[in-house]
């Protein structure tokens, strides 16, 4: 079973950035997905990289402000966030079906999630 710890969260200003980090537990490489959830909304897809980074998708609301990447010696995906508005406030979570496709639908694995809180 795959574990995935996140990190880089905290608060930012609007119109500012932060960067996410997920560490994978596996050393195989697969293919890797951020979502994130609102306070009384449902979980959402952001964005998703396949096992080797060549292939990547967004959500129409972050495409242009943010960007998905990969380190795989590091066995690490990271989420730049520049441009941030008061709606990316949200818990941001690492999401992997242990397949090697970019993904825009949840896997089975998930992080514990880190928080992420944009203020004016």
């Known amino acids: 079973q795959v574990q995935l710890v996140e990190s880089g969260g905290g608060l930012g200003q609007a119109g500012g950035s932060l960067k996410l980090s997920c560490v994978v537990s596996?050393?195989?490489?697969?293919?890797m997905s951020w979502f994130r959830q609102a306070p009384g909304k449902e979980r959402e897809f952001v964005a998703a990289?396949?096992?080797?980074?060549?292939?990547?998708y967004y959500a129409d609301s972050v495409k242009g402000r943010f960007t998905i990447s990969r380190d795989n010696a590091k066995n690490t995906v990271y989420l730049q966030m520049n441009r941030l508005n008061l709606e990316d406030t949200a818990v941001y979570y690492c999401?992997?079906?242990?397949?090697?496709?970019?993904?825009?639908?949840?896997?089975?694995?998930w992080g514990q999630g880190t928080q992420v809180t944009v203020s004016s």
């Open positions: 596996d050393p195989n490489n697969f293919g």
């Open positions: 999401n992997t079906d242990m397949t090697l496709n970019a993904l825009r639908t949840s896997g089975k694995y």
């Open positions: 990289i396949s096992w080797r980074g060549e292939i990547t």
